[in-house]
C-alpha cells in the first residue's frame, strides 16, 4: 500500500522568541534539558522518589507544611477546574470575588458543576474591596467556599488575601485561591494566609513548558474531598484521586513522567536563587519596565502599590492599532506580548515578565521596539526615554 | 532571610529503563529533542500553522476525513472523560460494551456526569459479543451513545469494532471508542468504521511522552456538543471549547506547546515508517514474544487471533511472586514489565510492544531474562527455548 508523502512542514523548526506575553514564559534550559531524558514508568519506584521529591520541593514554594502538595496533569485552568469539581457538590454556595477576566471563568466552572454561585463584582483594575465581601458573607450561613484571584493576569493586579481569607475562616468557609501567575514570583504563603486550596501553573514564573498545574490541599480541604455525599463530577480532575497517586502510589491515570521531572528542575532552580531574591529580580525588572512606559507617555492599568510585578496591563494610547503593533514586535523583534482579554480586549497590552522573562535586557529590548515602532504608526514618544528610565531604574 | 538547603535529589538522574509496560513506552530520540527547543506562545501565528499540521497529522493516522483532530491537553484518561462530559447530558442514555478494566473506568466517568448508565458486562479475556449490545438495543429507543474499547490492555484483548458500530447506527447512538493502545499499533479507521469519537494517548504506540490525548470528533458528534441545552460539566475538557481552539484559534487554555511539537515530531514519524509498515513491525515483535513465552510453558491470557499486538497478558505460573519478578526484572534487568490491574491483579504480567518498545532486540532480553529468574523462584523452563522460540518466528 503506497502512501500520500508527508506534508511539508510550514514551520520545521521552532522559531525563535522573547516571550514577554501572559505566559508560556522563557523555559529556562535546565528544564528542557531535564525533560529530554528517556522515559520511566509512572509506577516505578524510582520515579515515585522523584514524586516525594517534587511534593517537597513545591512545600517549600508554597510555604506550607500542613497542605499536600502535587501536580496535577493538565495546565492551570485544570487546576481551577479540579478545585471546583472536587471541594464543591451541586447546590453548594461559593461566593466568589471578581475583579478581572479568569475571575469570570472561575463563575463558569462553579456553574457548570451545578454549585450556587455568587458572584461579588468589582470593578477591575483595582483590589477586591474586602468589605464587599464582609457584606455578603452576613446574608450567608451556609457557604461552602469563597474564591480569590493572587494575580489577576487580565487586569494586572496583586489582590491581598489576608482579610478575605479572614472572612472565609468567620463563615467556616473553605478558601480557594488562583496562584497561577504568582506562584515563584511573588510570595504565596499557603500556611500563614489559611489557603484551602491553592493552584498554579508550570508556564509561568516556574519557567517550566505548559502542561502541569501545581497545587497544595490543606488537611480540612482534603478531608471535605473525601467525605463527599456524591463522586466529583470529573473523575480525572479528582484531587482525592490524584492525591491517593502522589501520597500512596496508587495507579490513577498515566502522570506525564517528562513534565513532572521538568517541574522538579524548575522548582530546584527557584529555590536555588532563593525566594526572596526571586521576588526582589521580578520586582526590580517590573520597576524598570513601569518607569520606561511611563517615560514613552503610555498609562499603566493598575495604581502604584497594586502592581502585579509579573504581569504589566497598559493603555494602549489612542490612534494606537492593538494588532499592528503586536504583529510588528512579533515579526521585526521576535518579541510577543499579550493582548487585552474581556473588557479589556483591544484597549490593553499586557507585557509579561515572568520567571526566566524576568530579564532586564528583555525591558530593555521591548521599550527600544516601542520607541521605534510607535512614532512608525503616527503615537510620538521621546527617543531614547524608555530605556533612559529603565536604565536608571535597574541602576538604582 | 536564609534558606533551608535543598533536599539532596535521591534520583539525582533518570535511570535507564527498557519499557515493556503498559506505557510510558520508550519515547523517540527526536521527539525529546523536538520537545526541548525554546517555547513559543499558544497564540503565536507560527504555533498556528503548528496546530495545523498536528491535526493534518493526526487525520492521516486516525484514517479519517471528515472528523475533526486535536489534542487535548492531558492523558489519555482526559480523552476518555472529555468524550463522557461533552456528548452526554444528565439522563442520558449510553449502552457500554464492557470486557476489562479500562472499560470499568468509562463507566464510573459517564456516572459522575449523570448519564444512565447500562453496562454490558462481558467476559475479561474474550472479544465482546455483539449480540449482547443486539439484545440490550432492542429494549431501548432513546440511546445516545454506545462506547466500547479498541484494545483492553488488562486482557489483550482487541475487539472487532464494525459491529458495534453498526449496532449504533442503526440505533442512531453515538459510537465513542477508546484507542488509547491501538492508535499507531493497529489499524484505526475512524470513517470507515464509524466512530463519533475516538481518543488515544501520546505515550504508547505514538512513541511521545504522556500528557497529551489526540481525538477525532466526527461532524455528528461535534453538532451534538454545540447543541447542548446546558454546557458539559467540564470546562477543561470542554470539546467544542477545544475545538474553537484548534480550528478558530480562539483562547481557550494554554495549550502545552512543547508537547504538541513533540506530538508532531512522533506522528511525522508514524508516518514515515507508514502505517502499515508500522503495523507490521508491531505483529512480528509480538508473534515472536508469544512462541517464546509459549515455548517457556506460560499460558497467554487472549486467544490466537484475538490478540493485541501491543500488549500481551500472561497468567504467572502458580507459586511464583508476581511483585518478586517484577522487581527483579527492573533492577537486575532494568526491563518494567506491567502488572494485572482489577480481577487480573496478581494474575497475570502485561508485557507491552508498543511504539519505540516494539523492538525484536528488547523481546529477546526480556525472555532471557524470565529463563534466568524464574527457576531462580522455584519455575523450572527449558533454558533457552524462549529466546529460540522468538528468534525462529523472528526469522519467519
Given at each position: ?5 508527508l506534508?511539508e512542514s510550514?514551520i520545521p ?5 522573547i516571550l514577554l506575553?501572559?505566559g ?11 525533560m529530554?531524558?528517556?522515559?520511566i514508568g509512572?509506577?516505578d ?5 522523584i514524586?516525594?521529591e517534587v ?6 514554594v508554597?510555604?506550607t507544611e500542613?497542605?499536600?502538595?502535587m501536580?496535577?496533569s493538565?495546565?492551570?485552568s ?15 454556595t461559593v461566593?466568589?470575588?471578581v475583579y478581572g477576566?479568569f475571575?469570570?471563568r472561575?463563575?463558569d ?9 455568587i458572584p461579588?463584582r468589582?470593578?477591575w483594575?483595582k483590589?477586591?474591596p ?6 455578603e458573607?452576613k446574608?450567608h450561613?451556609?457557604v461552602?467556599m ?7 493576569t ?6 491581598p488575601?489576608?482579610a ?7 463563615h467556616d ?12 514570583g511573588?510570595?504565596v504563603?499557603?500556611?500563614?494566609w489559611?489557603?484551602?486550596?491553592a493552584?498554579?501553573?508550570?508556564q509561568?514564573?516556574l ?6 498545574a501545581?497545587v497544595?490541599l490543606s ?9 463527599r ?7 480525572y480532575?479528582d ?9 500512596g502510589?496508587?495507579?490513577?491515570h498515566?502522570?506525564p ?8 528542575e524548575?522548582?530546584?532552580i527557584?529555590?536555588?536563587?532563593g525566594?526572596?531574591a ?10 524598570a519596565?513601569?518607569a ?25 494610547p ?6 499592528r503593533?503586536?504583529?510588528i514586535?512579533?515579526r521585526?523583534?521576535s518579541?510577543?506580548i499579550?493582548?487585552?482579554l474581556?473588557e479589556?480586549?483591544?484597549k490593553?497590552?499586557?507585557i509579561?515578565?515572568?520567571g526566566?522573562?524576568?530579564k532586564?535586557?528583555y525591558?530593555?529590548?521591548?521599550l527600544?521596539a516601542?520607541?521605534g515602532?510607535l512614532?512608525r ?20
Amino acid at each position: 500500500m503506497t502512501q500520500d508523502p508527508l506534508p511539508e512542514s510550514k514551520i520545521p523548526n521552532m522559531p525563535p522568541r522573547i516571550l514577554l506575553g501572559p505566559g508560556p514564559s522563557q523555559a529556562h534550559p535546565r528544564v528542557l534539558q531535564a525533560m529530554a531524558v528517556p522515559m520511566i514508568g509512572y509506577l516505578d519506584p524510582d520515579f515515585m522518589l522523584i514524586l516525594d521529591e517534587v511534593s517537597e520541593l513545591l512545600k517549600r514554594v508554597f510555604k506550607t507544611e500542613e497542605s499536600l502538595t502535587m501536580s496535577l496533569s493538565g495546565t492551570g485552568s485544570a487546576g481551577m477546574e479540579a478545585g471546583f469539581t472536587s471541594l464543591l457538590e451541586p447546590g453548594d454556595t461559593v461566593v466568589m470575588c471578581v475583579y478581572g477576566f479568569f475571575c469570570e471563568r472561575m463563575i463558569d466552572m462553579a456553574e457548570r458543576v451545578g454549585a450556587n454561585v455568587i458572584p461579588l463584582r468589582a470593578a477591575w483594575g483595582k483590589p477586591f474591596p474586602p468589605e464587599m465581601l464582609e457584606e455578603e458573607l452576613k446574608k450567608h450561613d451556609n457557604v461552602k467556599m469563597v474564591t480569590a484571584i493572587h494575580a489577576e493576569t487580565s487586569t494586572g493586579i496583586r489582590q491581598p488575601l489576608e482579610a478575605i481569607s479572614n472572612l472565609a475562616k468567620e463563615h467556616d468557609a473553605l478558601f480557594m485561591v488562583d496562584a497561577v501567575t504568582s506562584l515563584g514570583g511573588n510570595e504565596v504563603a499557603v500556611d500563614r494566609w489559611g489557603i484551602d486550596y491553592a493552584y498554579s501553573a508550570s508556564q509561568k514564573c516556574l519557567a517550566c513548558p505548559p502542561g502541569l498545574a501545581p497545587v497544595a490541599l490543606s488537611p480540612r480541604a482534603h478531608e471535605v474531598v473525601k467525605a463527599r455525599q456524591r463522586k466529583p463530577m470529573s473523575w480525572y480532575l479528582d484531587l482525592a484521586l490524584n492525591a491517593n497517586y502522589w501520597k500512596g502510589h496508587v495507579y490513577h491515570h498515566t502522570a506525564p513522567v517528562s513534565n513532572i521531572v521538568g517541574l522538579r528542575e524548575g522548582l530546584k532552580i527557584v529555590l536555588e536563587e532563593g525566594l526572596e531574591a526571586r521576588f526582589q529580580r521580578h520586582h526590580r525588572n517590573a520597576q524598570a519596565l513601569w518607569a520606561g512606559l511611563e517615560a514613552l507617555g503610555l498609562d499603566l492599568v493598575a495604581p502604584d502599590g497594586s502592581r502585579l510585578d509579573q504581569i504589566t496591563p497598559v493603555w494602549i494610547p489612542s490612534g494606537i492599532d492593538d494588532d499592528r503593533v503586536r504583529q510588528i514586535l512579533l515579526r521585526e523583534y521576535s518579541i510577543e506580548i499579550g493582548k487585552g482579554l474581556g473588557e479589556f480586549a483591544g484597549k490593553v497590552w499586557r507585557i509579561g515578565l515572568m520567571g526566566e522573562s524576568s530579564k532586564a535586557e528583555y525591558v530593555l529590548s521591548l521599550l527600544s521596539a516601542l520607541e521605534g515602532i510607535l512614532p512608525r504608526l503616527g503615537y510620538e514618544v521621546p527617543r531614547g526615554a524608555g530605556v533612559g528610565a529603565a536604565s536608571t531604574a535597574l541602576a538604582d
